[in-house]
C-alpha cells in the first residue's frame, strides 16, 4: 500500500513514519523549515516538502496514493503558543484538514487516519466515561477548539463523500524508551502523573492497523498507554478492535 503521512517529519510522526515504512510504501510530508528541532531518522521512502494550506502541492502529494495519514497541526511544543487572534492554527488545523481529505477524495483515496486529541489533560467529573460517542470536550483553548473541529470537518466527508475514516484520539505522546516528550522534564512527569501518556511508537502500531482492518464510514478510537486511563477512556476498544498491546513503562528514567 502507498501511504501519505503528513507532519511525518517531526517528534510524532517519526513514531508514525518509521512504524508504518517498515510495512507500506510511505511519502513523508512536512514544512521544509519548521520552528523547533526536528529529529534526524532515515527510512526507506519519499519526502516531500508541502505545506497543507497550499491546496494545490497537497494536491500533487496525494497523488499515486492508497491511503493517508493526517497529523499536520500548528506547532504544540509550547502549550502557550496558540494566541487569540492568531489565523495560523486556524489556517493548518482546519484548512490543512480540509484541503488533505478534499485534494484525497478528488484523487480517489478512500481510507484517511486523522490524529486527533485526546482529553487525558482535561478534569472530567468523577465517574466519567469517555467513549467513541462523547463529543471531544477539550478545555476551551484554541488548540482543542481546532482539533474538536477537525474531527467535524472528517466526519462530514465520511457522511457525504463515503469516505473510510478512522479518527486516533491521543494521549500525552511521550517516549517511554528515552523517558522523555518533545517538550521537557516538566511535561514527561506531568504525563506520568495524570496516567496519561502514550508511546509515539504505538501510535504508529496504531495507524498501521487502521489502514488495514475491514471498516466503512467514520470511527473514533482512544489510544492512551497508562494502564489506569481504561478506567475514564475506552482504550480497551482500541486494544479489541485494532488489535493493540501497548508498551509498557518500567517506571525507570
Same mark, same amino acid.
Given at each position: 500500500?502507498?501511504?501519505?503521512?503528513?507532519?511525518?517529519?517531526?517528534? +510524532?510522526?517519526?513514531?508514525?513514519?518509521?512504524?508504518? =515504512?517498515?510495512?507500506?510504501?510511505?511519502?513523508?510530508?512536512?514544512?521544509?523549515?519548521? #520552528?523547533?528541532?526536528?529529529?534526524?531518522?532515515?527510512?526507506?521512502?519519499?519526502?516531500?516538502?508541502?505545506?497543507?494550506?497550499?491546496? #494545490?502541492?497537497?494536491?500533487?502529494?496525494? *497523488?499515486?496514493?492508497?491511503?493517508?495519514?493526517?497529523?499536520?497541526?500548528?506547532?504544540?511544543?509550547?502549550?502557550?503558543?496558540? *494566541?487569540?487572534?492568531?489565523?495560523?492554527?486556524?489556517?493548518?488545523?482546519?484548512?490543512?484538514?480540509?484541503?488533505?481529505?478534499?485534494?484525497?477524495?478528488?484523487?480517489?483515496?478512500?481510507?484517511?487516519?486523522?490524529?486527533?486529541?485526546?482529553?487525558?489533560?482535561?478534569?472530567?467529573?468523577?465517574?466519567?466515561?469517555?467513549?467513541?460517542?462523547?463529543?471531544?470536550?477539550?478545555?476551551?483553548?484554541?488548540?482543542?477548539?481546532?482539533?474538536?473541529?477537525?474531527?467535524?470537518?472528517?466526519?462530514?466527508?465520511?457522511?457525504?463523500?463515503?469516505?473510510?475514516?478512522?479518527?486516533?484520539?491521543?494521549?500525552?505522546?511521550?517516549?517511554?524508551?528515552?523517558?522523555?516528550?518533545?517538550?521537557?522534564?516538566?511535561?514527561?512527569?506531568? =504525563?506520568?502523573?495524570?496516567?496519561?501518556?502514550?508511546?509515539?511508537?504505538?501510535?504508529?502500531?496504531?495507524?498501521?492497523?487502521?489502514?488495514?482492518?475491514?471498516? *466503512?464510514?467514520?470511527?473514533?478510537?482512544?489510544?492512551?498507554?497508562?494502564?489506569?486511563?481504561?478506567?475514564?477512556?475506552?482504550?480497551?476498544?482500541?486494544?479489541?478492535? +485494532?488489535?493493540?498491546?501497548?508498551?509498557?513503562? =518500567?517506571? *525507570?528514567?
Amino acid at each position: 500500500m502507498r501511504v501519505l503521512i503528513t507532519g511525518a517529519l517531526g517528534w +510524532l510522526g517519526r513514531g508514525l513514519t518509521e512504524t508504518v =515504512s517498515r510495512v507500506h510504501r510511505v511519502r513523508a510530508v512536512d514544512l521544509e523549515r519548521i #520552528e523547533w528541532q526536528r529529529e534526524d531518522f532515515e527510512f526507506d521512502g519519499e519526502t516531500m516538502f508541502a505545506d497543507v494550506t497550499d491546496f #494545490e502541492r497537497v494536491r500533487e502529494a496525494v *497523488q499515486g496514493q492508497d491511503a493517508i495519514i493526517h497529523a499536520a497541526v500548528t506547532d504544540t511544543v509550547r502549550r502557550d503558543l496558540y *494566541q487569540p487572534g492568531d489565523p495560523v492554527p486556524f489556517d493548518v488545523n482546519l484548512r490543512g484538514t480540509y484541503n488533505v481529505l478534499e485534494a484525497g477524495r478528488l484523487a480517489g483515496v478512500r481510507r484517511f487516519v486523522l490524529i486527533a486529541a485526546a482529553e487525558t489533560h482535561v478534569e472530567h467529573a468523577p465517574g466519567t466515561f469517555v467513549d467513541r460517542n462523547r463529543p471531544y470536550a477539550g478545555t476551551g483553548s484554541i488548540y482543542d477548539l481546532t482539533k474538536r473541529l477537525q474531527e467535524s470537518i472528517a466526519e462530514w466527508f465520511a457522511h457525504h463523500h463515503g469516505l473510510e475514516i478512522i479518527v486516533l484520539r491521543l494521549g500525552d505522546v511521550v517516549d517511554v524508551d528515552l523517558a522523555r516528550t518533545k517538550r521537557d522534564a516538566a511535561n514527561w512527569k506531568a =504525563s506520568m502523573e495524570r496516567d496519561g501518556w502514550l508511546h509515539r511508537y504505538d501510535v504508529g502500531e496504531a495507524c498501521l492497523r487502521a489502514l488495514e482492518i475491514p471498516h *466503512q464510514g467514520y470511527d473514533v478510537f482512544h489510544l492512551v498507554g497508562a494502564p489506569a486511563a481504561k478506567k475514564k477512556f475506552d482504550v480497551a476498544r482500541a486494544e479489541a478492535v +485494532l488489535g493493540l498491546s501497548f508498551t509498557p513503562y =518500567s517506571g *525507570q528514567g
